[in-house]
């Protein structure tokens, strides 16, 4: 292109003037930079100063471009040179990037060397229209009981994660470092990537971090694979983005968020489909968590992201503290404060409402199979559980479990490879029952 190579020169924004603070001892600016007589320059292209820091466009005025940092810029002055880079923001793709630990920028932060790489895909790329898409049908197993029987996920859908501080986010590096090792001691991850950019991180690479996870995701969705990603969290890229706004001179809006914040995060979910079956049928599936403050889910982020997903999963700060996790709110307590005035059918049904609670409990880093879960719930509705005592129910199902594994295989085998609860099923299942609840009450 005519542009690339085109010298100009660079004009830091008056706000961002570099500063040395007594307690720090380094130069810190606001990581803007305001450019004058870059012609032709397109939106989000990056653009490269003489001292080799990388920008993006964002801001196409008519006498200046409003440019963001990648970087520190400790070194950009007014009248330095600056580039057109000719091309759109973009990072490395490849198989190479599973297991690893990388920034916004596509580049390792886990110390284990460079990924090799020799593709590459734009950070932000149009959402999939619909005829490359194909109707949501395959079930995301999350193996956690409470989400997978009562809000389940299908591959190429976008599930909110909502609730307060705690119930669902972590953005500190020690957070960040604790999932990573938590996904190593399990194995997962072998196939998982993480993306991170920490609360101390510049603006413009928690802005651009779920982009690049996203693009990174598009990478093997496209190559017949499924995939899902977790936004932990979109509250904090669209405070990040604020801050940009606020500094590239944008008329401020609501809550001083910019105009453009819905279109922000909807061009980020709509890229998450289900590819039609001329495109190999891949999937991507969102699940962006956005953060509410005492549960007010009014505030103009959630309500946003709320109107851009298919479903939301509402977590309770009050259910979190009582010890009822996942903290999914399906709780009819509000009916238990008349037990003495109600029927005794009622009664018995709220008793085993709270046992039916218990078997939705499931310790961190416990997954349970679908035959698992299927072989509780069963277990629950069918009034098994009912002569237990509340803090009896965890002890027997996790036996009841264990048992089936060990002396009813044929049950396990029989419901993956027919995917249907058949009479021979139930019927082992009843059977198990029974025999595991003869011992535990000899043991109890």
């Known amino acids: 292109m005519a542009r690339v190579g085109q010298d100009t020169v660079a004009r830091q924004a008056v706000e961002g003037i570099a500063r040395q603070p007594e307690a720090e001892g380094e130069i810190r ?8 007589g870059l012609d032709e320059v397109m939106t989000i292209e990056l ?9 993006i466009a ?5 006498n200046n471009v409003g440019v963001v940092l990648m970087g520190d810029g400790l070194m950009i002055q007014e009248g330095s ?3 057109a880079a000719g091309r759109i923001a973009q990072i490395p793709v490849s198989e190479a990037y599973l297991g690893r630990v990388i920034n916004a920028l596509a580049k390792p932060i886990d110390g284990r060397g460079e990924i090799s790489a020799y593709e590459f895909r734009l950070i932000e790329s149009p959402a999939p229209g619909i005829i490359s898409r194909r109707f949501v049908y395959e079930p995301l197993q999350t193996r956690l009981i409470a989400n997978d029987s009562m809000i389940p996920i299908g591959r190429g859908q976008r599930e909110l994660i909502i ?3 705690q119930t669902a986010i972590g953005q500190k590096a020690s957070s960040v470092a604790q999932v990573v090792t938590n996904f190593q001691e399990r194995g997962a991850m072998e196939y998982t990537i993480v993306v991170a950019e920490i609360a101390d991180s510049p603006a413009t690479l928690q802005y651009l971090a779920p982009y690049t996870g996203a693009a990174l995701a598009e990478y093997f969705m496209y190559r017949e694979r499924h995939t899902s990603i977790i936004y932990d969290d979109l509250s904090k890229q669209a405070q990040a983005y604020r801050q940009m706004s606020l500094l590239l001179l944008r008329p401020p809006g609501c809550e001083a968020y910019p105009g453009d914040v819905f279109y922000l995060h909807s061009r980020l979910l709509e890229r998450a489909a289900k590819s039609s079956s001329r495109l190999g049928e891949g999937s991507m599936t969102a699940l962006p968590i956005v953060e509410t403050q005492s549960g007010v889910v009014s505030a103009y982020i959630p309500t946003n992201v709320i109107s851009i997903t298919n479903g939301q999963i509402f977590l309770s700060t009050d259910l979190f503290n009582a010890g009822i996790r996942p903290a999914i709110n399906v709780e009819l307590e509000a009916f238990a404060q008349f037990a003495s005035d109600l029927l005794k059918a009622t009664q018995n049904q709220l008793a085993r409402g ?14 349970l199979t679908v035959e698992e879960q299927v072989m509780t719930i069963y277990t629950g509705m069918n009034g098994y559980l009912d002569s237990l005592e509340l803090k009896q129910v965890r002890k027997y199902l996790v036996e009841l479990l264990t ?7 044929e049950f396990q085998e029989i419901l993956s490879s027919t995917k249907a609860f058949t009479e021979e099923v139930e019927a082992l299942l009843k059977e198990a029952i029974q025999e595991q609840m003869e011992r535990f009450l000899l043991q109890e």
């Open 29 to 36: 600016g606001d990581g803007i930079a305001r450019i004058h």
């Open 58 to 62: 964002l801001n196409l005025e008519s």
């Open 81 to 83: 040179s600056v580039k």
């Open 163 to 165: 609730g307060d501080r």
């Open 354 to 367: 709270q046992r039916l609670l218990e078997l939705l409990k499931q310790p961190q880093s416990a997954p």
């Open 47 to 55: 653009v490269e100063f003489e001292e080799r820091t990388i920008g």
């Open 403 to 409: 048992y089936v594994k060990t002396n009813k295989p």
